[in-house]
């Protein structure tokens, strides 16, 4: 069943413009020109109950603009939006009871109040009764670990504690889909692992479905099992994460540290990327020439270490951006 | 039914406001310094304009005025006003307006709710301490009935809640221009020179039918009038004004968000 439909979404801003200098800006009393920017064109997706989706792309793709229109906050300018069936541009606060967001670089949370008169405020929100919102704080507190600071002013928190608490007021009324725009940012990496961790979990146990956004690519890669990528407000890719993988894992990266400096003979499917002394590294394309063949370019007695990896996903999205930049600039 | 209009989340609003100003209450004392620094200044001003403390002026006697003067800044300073004027404003310019509104209550109606819970603990406090700077250097105001100071009371909230409206109308502006702050200070001069140093009775005839139809009436003579000289025939009718000024103030302000949520631009990234 799906929970989030968008069919041919589009949202135009009409952004004031400004020549430089004081003749600019009084130009811009007298006759201002307003540009327009799609900043989404037309995109269509659905997403399933229970599904963790990833919904990625460079700065000023249309991803926050997409879910603005899908919680409701912005209306959109073409096409329709269904989340649980409801249409978020006429009915955002009945929406706003099915669903959660949280966006990573606004807060929430009252900072001069603890997380469990935070709690308390959100369950009075969300029109939930005293006890069930107190077995709730309980059992959130539980499985997200706030024991030891639900009571210490939000403002004293450090920032994965604070996000947790984030995250946790999003769960207060128990939303069915959750938005998260980059809930790991500014993060270490143990406090990401534990909240793409608690993501899962609650994914797993509650079966809440979980629309993310972020530049992590391990959020994405060790939360999603979907990934769509926008690029200039339109869809330039929606696939499995595994399918992705299989696509774009044929290349390989193979570091190799030989006994004395020799040079890489030229073969179709190798590019050399570095090559320093006696230290060599370069890419194979699998599809083109077998990892055991490009192997067998190397003198095996004159090696002496090797390393082979798969090109990081982070490599592999950035290229479909620049593909999809390219192609813009070819149009 | 329209959930988000039900009265007790306002009121964890409302409560939640008060438990974080509670934290500010020695901040909010040092205030009393400017406050008390004016009201001296005032004191001394209207000591200068009375010959004797029995001559009237405008109807008022020297202890009626100065009193009068004292509740109407008491309100000014017990009802700090960034709630509904810059906070609301770059809400919109900066657009943490669309994080707000996408949580299951009317936008408006909560900040409302965080101003009253600003208001109720810092206008108590004010007022306080004017009793205490009154009843030291003026004296106690003569024929002030107890009945009449509790009737005063929904007068002096609804004169409070109008000028939080209005404000409020005021700062929806920034849904189509860059800065309503000019605006705003606009509206606060106006309350400030001609509602709160002087009653209405002080200008000329010609002026005063004028005057009253501005929200100076409603929201700073009104209270302060009742408070110092009380009549049942005033009475009502400043509760009239203030319902019709309340009414049409809300409409004006539900129907500019409503129209301004429309236009709102928000950035994505």
Redesign the interface.
Known sequence: MNVIEAENLAKT??VRQKEKGMKGSLQAILRPRIKEVQ?VDGISFSVEAGEMLAFIGP???????TI?ML?????PDGGRANVLGIDPAKQ??RL??EIG?V?GQ?E?L?T??TPY?NF??FG????SPDRETESRIRELADTFELGSFLNTPVRNLSLGQRIRCEIVASLIHRPKVLFLDEPTIGLDPVVKENIRALIKQMNRELGTTIFLTSHDVGDIEKLCRRIIIVNSGRIVLDDSMDHLKHHYLNRKIVEAKLGEETALPAAEGITLLKQKGSQVRFQVDTGRLPINEALHLIDAENLEDINISNIPLETIITDIYKAEGREEKAV | MNRHLGIRKYRVIYRSVVMESLQYAASIAMGFISFAIIIFVFIQLWNYMYSSPGELIAGYNKAQMIWYVMITETIWFGTPSQVVTRQVAGDIRGGNIAYLMGKPYHYCLYCLAKYTGGWSIQLPMFALSALGLGIVFVGPLPDLSPLALLAAVPVVIAGITIDAVLRLCISMISFWIEDSNPFQWLYSKLLLVVGTLFPVEIFPAALQPLVKFTPVYTVCYGPAKLIVDFSMEKYLEILLAQALYLGAALALMFYLYGKGVRKLYVNGG
């Open positions: 801003f009409r900043a700065n000023g793709a249309g991803k926050s603009t603005k919680t409701g906050i912005l209306y955002r606060k706003a009871y967001t966006f606004k929430q009252w001069h109040l008169d308390r405020f009075a929100i969300y029109d």
